[in-house]
RNA sequence: ACCCGGGUGGUGGAACUGGUAGACACGCAGGACUUAAAAUCCUGUGGGCAGUAAUGCUCGUGUGGGUUCAACUCCCAUCCCGGGUACCA
């Protein structure tokens, strides 16, 4: 008998998919332990080998939690909205709701075919209108939902109405710009007027933001379109516009995020990614008055009792007030509303000038390019508050409008960024800290002696902190702040392919729809193009637009972003047949947090924090029972394509191997990866590839054109995607999944090399050796093992449940590798260890090892075996002993077993035989030991 | 530019908490079986030097420094590669 692998995986996977294998209910006795995959997005280019890496991991995972008795949840979805699938309806007319179902039945295809445990009977699309409903359902609840300070968690909307009634504002303002008003103001105040504070309130909210405006094109860009500075379609210009935007308030939840992370198990890199994404800091936010001789009126005001008709004050966020006698310009981003008040006349074409500039830089562009450094003078003097210096104010676009207050005050000797644009617009540099700043770069101590500081002279820097800020709010101009330098999200998209808001407009006024109107599906359209003044192609429909109802009111017709649908999945999953309820209660608290979570770390900032989010606003509601979504994190590597590049010589037909490019003017293009072994190109098969190559001629070094190679994301466009299909195909889905966990740490990103799958599928035709010969027939037996035999079996064991567990499943499948080797050599054949060994194995090889367990004439699936207990007494492991000598002195490692105290590891080092041919009757003259296991001796 | 990772033989990688660097696999070379091929099995395989050989010496974990009896592992600096940077998902 052989190995016929395909026979036999097409087999078990019909069998499965007959019995329900993998089908869970909500009311077991059994531990629960849920399994999740960030779901896909169904691309057109299909899967590729870089998908299933995860997946296979958290298969791993699940098969191996089924064997040690977990009712295990393992669902798996589409992330079906977005805007690829609305870029190819653009490009070819085909409506994404067409093109989405075909790509997911491709990648459902491919995904059955790699044998995963998913419960099929549970996936979800984020595109269905059975699923978005909730999804607008939610959408609502943020919407009717604020935050109240004192209780830290979300509340009914109508609770804040409530409290307006009776009390108005004053008792519990909570925000910097709240204005205050009384019970008596907020009933007076018309419905508009109210609805627009309450606005000011709700976690989903509406409000202006800046876009990325295509005129040519007549819409909104995402910065993934922009490629430096113009359209990705077109090349054309692209600028900032203010537009209406909905938004998710993510920053009233900055501080139980990061608390949060606190309890949860993910890696401390990714945990740091999200804490400095939210970037909290202490500080202080202080005004300066400002004077100008530009004729327009009024600045912001100061906190307290200042004339604020009369005088511009400028404010400021800085989390070293230490240094406010080391200021000596200040900067505001360029969009500041106050840059037009304050620019003096002579300073006006200049600053226009500039502002020009800036529009059309990204803000990357911004923060990146930090060497040519830009700016201009707005001609206008900020007061110094302490010693009355005039300070020149500046605008510049190294200061983003959207952190702090939009505006700096610089301090060249501190920060090196202030102190690169003092030096290049030769602004005087004022030192505050003597001997700590040298004048060549800035130096951002806190623990130096504060010199020409006035009141905070011989102070230390980190002492004169809070006294500077008792100072500053003394003086009535500034106060102690807390600041983030995360935003709240923005919400909407000027886009067709997403979830469209369940909310209608009249008067200015957004109205939510009742419940029992949802879902509001998206309606068909024929065209893609935008709407008028960048508006969604929503817009167009105008009897969609505008409801029935009211001839006078507008639907909303932007559309929510791709990470709407995927920040509530995993509840989904757990009732994804509820008509009446986004999930039960009782679900929800069955399967409460997901225990596993794989993805990749490309999510780490985006859908990690507003799931968690959502998560928390859920909570706080009422509506579920935990406020983590995910206890455990696993970040899979990605894995990235090896692209090939063939060179054509400019103006000519003719490609140039790499070895001689440089010999000629040439430019590279990508080449097929399947056209290539390794990197000597198949030249035929590249003719053949496309009709442009049909007479390409080729010059050759030694006889071979050798590519070149690029590691790239993998991708359609760049031709160096690998197809999972052709290697299951070729070595079965075995194979694949062992050959794709074997190529490195789950964690790490790696380039795809198919190379070395033949050493995986070599392991699997030896394990089947194992049980029968061609020629012999069954080679198993039940003979009683022995216990080298069973040695073998327990160290696996042990060492494959300790990899898994740890996600070390490259290791494991060495460890498998051994194993079989091993047994292979002292020909072992009993029933009892290879049994066992198959239950081990079933996780990662799970077609070959049911095909097994029947042929051992074992009653039942493998599936509902339970994993083998190990047995420590097999597996004592003899210590090593070695002598070494190092840099002329002696020195022994023993190891030792573990748990000794001092004088036991003496005793043993002391007694040992290699030990003492060592020192030669000397005695030691030092014991080193390093954790009570390994020592060494000095003598 | 900023934040988070990574860099070990020809290749993917292993090395547990600082303790024999290169497990396991690919590739390559040689051999066995075969009319032959495939498959399978066996042997060798980081570089250099010495030796008929067993073996010995020496260098070696991106680069430069440091700590330590001992560093792939810890510290400082630096280069290169990948991910993210708020409208790709």
Redesign the pocket.
């Known amino acids: 008998m052989e190995y016929n692998f395909t026979d036999i995986e097409k087999k078990w996977q019909q069998k499965w998919k007959d019995s329900k294998a993998y089908e869970v209910n909500n009311d077991e006795s059994r531990p629960k332990y849920y399994v999740l995959d960030m779901f ?2 169904p691309s057109g280019a299909g899967l590729h080998v870089g998908h299933p890496l995860g997946y296979i991991a958290s298969d791993i995972i699940s098969r191996h939690k089924r064997l040690n008795g977990f009712n295990v949840l393992h669902p798996m979805g589409y ?1 079906s ?4 699938a609305e870029q190819y309806a653009i490009e070819t007319g085909q409506h994404p709701a067409v093109t989405t179902e075909q790509n997911i039945n491709t990648f459902r295809s491919q995904l059955d075919n790699i044998g995963f445990s998913y419960d099929w009977s549970r996936v979800i699309r984020t595109s269905d209108p059975g699923y978005y409903r909730w999804t607008q359902w939610i959408f609502l609840k943020l919407f009717n939902s604020w935050y109240d300070h004192q209780q830290n968690k979300a509340r009914d909307i109508n609770d804040l109405i409530d409290l307006f009634r009776t009390g108005g504002n004053a008792s519990f303002s909570q925000r910097r710009h709240d204005i205050p008003f009384t019970a008596e103001e907020w009933n007076a105040f018309t419905e508009e007027q109210q609805q627009n504070i309450l606005m000011q309130y709700r976690l989903a909210y509406s409000s202006y ?1 800046e ?2 405006w295509c005129e040519a094109l007549g819409t ?7 490629v430096n500075g113009v359209s990705e379609r077109g090349g054309y210009p692209v600028v900032k516009k203010k ?1 209406r ?1 909905w938004y998710l308030r993510i920053t009233e939840y900055a501080d139980r995020l990061l608390e949060g992370l606190e309890k949860i198990d993910f ?4 945990k ?2 999200q804490r ?2 939210i ?1 909290k800091s202490q500080g202080c936010e202080m005004s300066f008055k400002v004077k100008s001789d530009s004729a327009s009126s009024a600045g912001q005001a100061p906190e307290a009792g200042q004339d604020a008709d009369t005088e511009k004050w400028l404010k400021v966020y800085t989390t070293r007030p230490d240094t406010i006698f080391g200021v000596d310009f200040m900067v505001l981003a360029p969009e500041h509303d106050l840059v037009r008040q304050i620019t003096s006349d002579d300073q006006m074409e200049a600053v226009d000038h500039y502002l020009d500039y800036v529009k059309s830089r ?3 562009e911004r ?5 040519q450094i830009s700016g201009c003078f707005t001609g206008a003097y900020a007061i110094h508050p302490f010693n009355g210096k005039e300070i020149p104010v500046w605008i510049a676009e190294y200061v983003l409008a ?2 702090g207050t939009g505006a700096i005050m610089a301090v060249p000797c501190g920060d090196q960024r202030d102190f690169n644009f003092a030096k290049h617009f030769n602004i005087p540099i004022t030192n505050i800290i003597g001997e700590h700043f040298n004048g060549e770069e800035a130096n951002p101590t806190k623990d130096a002696i504060l010199q020409n500081s006035g009141f905070l002279d011989g102070l230390l820097m980190k002492d004169a902190i809070d006294i500077a800020i008792s100072k500053i709010e003394e003086k009535g101009i500034g106060k102690r702040q807390v600041n983030y ?11 067709y392919w ?1 979830e469209p808001f369940p909310i209608i407009w009249k008067n200015g006024v957004a109205y939510p729809l009742p419940e029992n109107e949802l879902p509001l599906e998206l309606p068909h359209v024929d065209e893609y193009s935008p709407g008028p003044e960048g508006e969604g192609p929503l817009a167009n429909i105008k009897d969609w637009a505008i409801p029935d109802s009211d001839p006078e009111a507008r639907r909303e017709t ?1 559309s929510m ?3 709407a649908g ?1 920040s509530w999945y995993f509840l989904r999953f757990m009732d994804p047949h509820n008509n009446s309820e986004f999930c039960s209660r009782k679900a929800s608290d069955y399967w409460g947090q997901v225990d596993l979570y794989v993805g ?8 990690l924090l507003y799931s968690r989010m959502w998560t928390k606003v859920l909570f706080d509601l009422g509506l579920i029972g935990h406020d983590e979504p995910y206890k455990r994190l696993l970040n899979q ?2 894995i ?1 394509g090896s692209s090939r590049f063939v060179y054509r010589v400019k103006g000519s037909n003719q490609y140039v191997s790499a070895g001689l490019k440089d010999r000629y003017d040439s430019t590279a293009l990508h080449a097929d990866v399947a056209l290539v072994d390794g990197l000597v190109l198949d030249t035929e098969a590249f003719k053949l590839w496309k009709p442009e190559y049909r007479n390409a001629e080729f010059i050759l070094e030694n006889g071979k054109y050798i590519c070149g190679s ?4 993998m991708s359609k466009s760049k031709f160096n995607t690998v197809n999972p299909d052709t290697l299951v195909d070729n070595y079965g889905a075995d194979t694949f999944r062992m050959y794709e966990m ?4 789950i ?5 795809w ?1 198919t ?2 799958i ?6 699997l ?2 394990l089947w ?1 194992l049980f029968y010969d061609e020629i012999k027939g069954q080679l198993w037996n039940i003979d009683k093992a022995s216990d080298a035999e069973l040695k073998i079996l327990h160290k696996t064991i042990k060492k494959v449940s300790e990899d898994t567990e740890k996600f ?1 499943f ?2 494991a ?2 460890a498998f ?2 194993c079989v ?1 091993e047994l ?2 002292i020909k072992c054949h009993k029933k009892e260890v290879l049994g066992a060994l198959l239950i081990i194995l079933s996780p990662y090889a799970p077609h070959i090892c049911e095909e097994l367990w029947s042929l051992l004439q074992n009653t039942g699936s493998i599936l509902n075996a339970s994993y083998p207990a190990f047995e420590e007494k097999y597996v004592i492991e003899t210590s ?1 002993d ?1 002598p ?4 002329g ?1 002696v ?1 022994t ?1 023993i ?1 030792i077993s ?1 748990d000794a105290s001092s004088e036991d590891v003496e005793k043993m080092v002391l007694s040992n035989e290699v030990v003492k041919k060592w020192l030669e009757g000397k005695q030691p003259k030092k014991f ?4 009570n ?4 001796v ?1 003598i």
């Open positions: 896909p997005y992330d909205f977005g805007l690829p933001g876009v990325n909104v860009l995402a910065n993934d379109e922009v537009m935007q890696a401390e890199s990714l740091e990614q400095n994404w970037g990204s803000e990357r923060m990146q390019e930090v060497k959207g952190y330098r995360m935003r709240d999200a923005g919400f909407s998209r000027q886009r997403g932007s972003p791709g990470y995927s990749g770390t490309e999510h780490a900032v985006g859908h590597g990605m990235q690029e590691v790239e994301k074997f190529l490195g740490p964690e790490q990103s790696k380039p090399d190379k070395g033949e050493g995986v599928h070599r392991f035709r030896k050796r070390n490259n290791t499948v060495s590798m051994v080797n292979g050599e090593k070695y070494v000598s190092v840099n002195k020195r490692n190891g573990l080193i030991y390093v954790k296991k390994m020592i060494n000095v």
